[in-house]
């Protein structure tokens, strides 16, 4: 269901919308200073009611994992809030333009945050090719302090709590949360085993919580509607997804950017409603949310005829019809991801998309694990052989069996991330892929841009 | 010359270190700095940096070898990073980095003779609705023509 909000994006098009003269004009901080004066249990119950399912990839709710942080905490283990803006899943720009265009929602969002997990620092990770999102979260960290919005007594309560930005330098793999932690520690960016998990030892050993960008910013939106109301903007409240949103579309569409809106929008909606319509061609294919998530053709249909399926309300319709939620998109074998979608036209050539993924895949692979870091080479090699027009149709086999092989072998996910949408292709464009390797490559449209 | 960092940055230094519990998480700040002022990552500047932060220099360098941001040998006076990632190339990335490959006559990865400009692709650089675009030192350019392209690289060129 179609159904614009303007939450964090009302001041976008504003050139002074990143300013605490607006935010404030517009209620800000109203809410970091009230949090400040709750009971952290009311306030962990607020979130939890309010269903906001991480926005970075994963969809898990974010209020249970506040409630996973050591209660009391000890005067020995400093807790702290991290939160993740190393925006750098193919497809995905969202968390960019809330830096960018309204950084005072995160500045607001890391007191409560904090608040609500009992630490007094928050650290936010930002990729550094960002310079202008950078620039956009120090200034509003200054204009917050100045005011006494953060430091030893923010809003004149008892509560330091300081916000820092701390810079990558050009890693994908940093986005998952354990390599951000050490990242953020000064180490090489390798992930980490879980357990323990960020709860009991992240950043610096200490108690921890990991939240993407728009999650946090989001909270003082959540806050100030009550639990309950943001949640029920949803459409999909039932599934516990609730709340509003950032959507992004890209690739070949007529209008692409960032919307808001509820929860609940279908991918018809985000291609044809927002995203302008397709452009050039017919809708081929599209990877709904950032390009480690399966791609979904624009014929598939729906199969749920389990009533206990969350798919079931839509058993026999176009998955273009699915509302675009974390448990939705799970049950049809893909991912809601960052719910930033890239569109094909069938104007494109889907294995040279295949191909350029997979040589994303390859160059971010940080090397640890070695299916991993031998596989997503060998994915690559094979695909550009492909592509090249030296391989035979026996290698597709070698493709799947290769990716199977990375699947649960590695200590991160970034090995379900190539090897699923790997998968995925293989599944959904085999006949392609055949007719590309036998023709040498005749047979596709051998082209990427319109 | 042994490296230092200049005073201005020393300060600045100063600062990042009092954000954090330890020291050693001021490797990937402190090793920007030192760029910023040199251009690259040298061993020299690695030892520097692990004898400031009482770190060893293999983790320094271990550090600096892993993300692709710290130029590991010289690099020109400008960087452009074409990026070359699927919403880019579904945009047409492929012929912003072919026009500049021949503008510029290098390949990805190489510098310029005269040592004005390094040319390289990135992985995606969180612009995926305004591709085709290129990052220029600090500064993104988005939804270009090759018309823009030519301009921009007749000003880092100059």
Redesign the interface.
């Given at each position: 269901m179609l159904q614009r909000t303007s939450y964090l994006t009302k001041r976008y098009g504003d050139s002074d919308g990143h300013t605490l003269a607006v935010y404030e004009r517009d209620g800000g901080y109203q809410q970091a200073k009230r949090a400040l004066q709750m009971d952290r249990a009311a306030l962990i119950d607020e979130m939890k009611a309010a269903n906001i399912r991480g926005r970075g990839g994963a969809g898990f709710p974010m209020g249970v994992k506040w409630s996973f942080m050591p209660w009391p905490p000890k005067p020995e283990k400093p807790h702290y809030l991290v939160i993740n803006a190393d925006e750098g899943e193919p497809g995905t720009f969202k968390d960019r333009t809330i830096m960018e265009k309204n950084p005072h929602s995160i500045v607001e969002g890391c007191i409560i945050g904090c608040f609500g997990i009992g630490a007094h620092a928050a650290y936010i990770y930002v990729r550094d090719e960002l310079h202008l999102a950078k620039a956009r979260l120090w200034e509003a960290i200054a204009e917050a302090k100045k005011k006494g919005y953060l430091g030893d007594k923010p809003f004149g309560i008892d509560y330091p709590v300081e916000v820092y930005v701390h810079t990558g330098a050009g890693a994908y793999i940093c986005g998952e949360e354990t390599s951000l932690l050490n990242s953020l520690e000064g180490k090489r960016g390798e992930p980490r085993l879980k357990p323990p998990f960020p709860a009991q030892a992240g950043a610096f050993g200490m108690p921890s919580t990991v939240n993407n960008l728009e999650t946090i910013a989001i909270v003082p939106t959540a806050l100030a509607m009550g639990g309950d109301n943001f949640s029920k903007l949803s459409a999909i409240h039932n599934l516990k997804d609730g709340g509003a949103r950032l959507f992004g579309v890209s690739g070949h569409v007529n209008k692409p950017g960032i919307y808001e809106c509820a929860v609940g929008l279908t991918l018809r909606e985000l291609i044809y409603d927002l995203g302008g319509g397709v452009k050039g061609g017919e809708l081929l294919a599209v990877i709904p949310g950032g390009s480690s998530c399966p791609i979904l053709r624009a014929e598939e249909i729906v199969k749920a005829p389990d009533p206990k399926s969350p798919l079931h309300p839509y058993d026999g319709k176009s998955v273009l019809d699915v509302p675009l939620g974390v448990d939705t998109f799970r049950s049809l074998g893909t991912m809601l991801g960052t719910c930033c979608a890239i569109v094909l036209s069938d104007l494109a050539d889907p294995v040279l998309a295949f191909h350029n993924l997979l040589q994303f895949y390859r160059h971010e692979s940080c090397g640890q694990c070695t299916p991993c870091r031998e596989g997503s080479a060998w994915l690559f090699r094979i695909l550009d052989r492909i592509v090249q027009g030296e391989a035979e149709v026996a290698e597709l086999d070698r493709l799947s069996e290769i990716a199977s092989n990375i699947m649960g072998n590695t200590i991160c996910a970034f090995g379900e991330g190539t090897a699923m949408p790997t998968l995925g292709f293989l599944l959904k464009f085999r006949r392609e892929l055949e007719e590309f390797i036998v023709t040498k490559g005749k047979s596709g449209t051998r082209r990427l841009a319109l | 010359m042994t490296f230092a960092l200049s005073d201005e940055r020393e300060r600045t230094l100063q600062e990042i270190l009092s954000?954090?519990?330890?020291k050693?998480?001021?490797?990937?700040?402190f090793?920007?700095l030192c760029q910023e002022q040199h251009g690259w990552v040298s061993d020299e500047i690695c030892e520097y940096v692990a004898k400031r932060?009482d770190?060893s220099a293999a983790?320094v360098k271990?550090?600096a070898t892993?993300?692709?941001?710290?130029n590991k040998e010289p690099v020109g006076k400008h960087q452009v990073w074409v990026c070359?990632?699927?919403?880019c190339?579904?945009?047409?990335?492929?012929?912003v980095l072919k026009h500049c490959e021949k503008r510029l006559g290098i390949h990805a990865g190489e510098t310029t003779r005269d040592g004005k400009v390094t040319l390289r692709t990135?992985?995606?650089?969180?612009?995926?609705?305004?591709?085709p675009m290129m990052?220029v030192d600090?500064?993104?350019y988005e939804n270009l023509t090759l018309a823009e392209v030519d301009k921009i690289l007749d000003r880092v060129t100059r």
């Open positions: - | 954000r954090y519990p330890t050693m998480a001021a490797t990937i700040p090793l920007h932060l770190l983790h271990g550090v892993f993300y692709s941001l710290f070359r990632t699927l919403p190339a579904l945009a047409g990335a492929e012929n990135a992985e995606c650089l969180a612009s995926c609705g305004s591709g990052q600090r500064d993104y």
